[in-house]
């Protein structure tokens, strides 16, 4: 249930990131464009899915070396 709340927190985090970033580009004459702020904002999600899964994975792998005594070689 946590997982589910912080992707959409960073979600948003990255879509507000990635639009304040194109509003200022906009007025300032540069160019600004929509895909920008969609792949801003998928890259923002795909990177926290990939953090999560490789921190989940490490602390259940962390988990099994403690139950096992922490032989590496089994």
Do not use: C, T
């Not at 249930?1 to 580009?25: K, P, R, T």
């Not at 989940?56 to 403690?66: D, E, F, G, P, W």
Request: avoid cysteine; charged fraction near 20%; proline fraction near 0%.
């Amino acid at each position: 249930m946590f997982a589910d709340a912080f992707l959409w927190e960073n979600g948003i985090n990255d879509f507000f990131a990635s639009f304040s970033i194109e509003f200022v580009q906009y007025f300032l004459g540069a160019a600004a464009d929509i895909d920008d702020v969609i792949l801003n904002l998928l890259g923002g999600i795909l990177g926290y899915v990939l953090f999560a899964g490789g921190s989940r994975y490490l602390q259940r792998k962390q988990a099994r070396l403690k139950l096992s005594g922490g032989n590496h070689y089994r």
